[in-house]
């Protein structure tokens, strides 16, 4: 069965609730929440925040890596420089 062929119930949409506003600030706030909704619902479904996802992800492996690689080349310097000191005294 398509997509296509599927009604709005079958493809998980709900039937929108009606209410009655009838203060101005009130539609406005509803408006600016359903905007809200809308856009949330969107970056949900979309993938575009995957790709961004990821590379955070391996950006902060490769910050990870170069910490410990770090640490290990400082405590190996600092071995060095504590022989050549215990040498000259």
Do not use: H, W
């Amino acid at each position: 069965m398509n997509v296509a062929d599927r009604s709005p119930q079958e493809q998980g949409y709900r039937r929108p609730v009606e209410i009655e506003i009838t203060d101005v600030e009130d539609l406005k706030m509803n408006n600016a929440l359903l905007k809200l909704y809308v856009k949330l619902q969107t970056l949900g479904n979309g993938e575009d925040g995957q790709d961004l996802v990821e590379y955070a992800l391996l950006v902060s492996l490769v910050a990870l890596v170069c910490i410990g690689g770090i640490s290990k080349v400082a405590s190996g310097v600092n071995t060095a420089f504590s022989n050549i000191s215990a040498s000259l005294a």
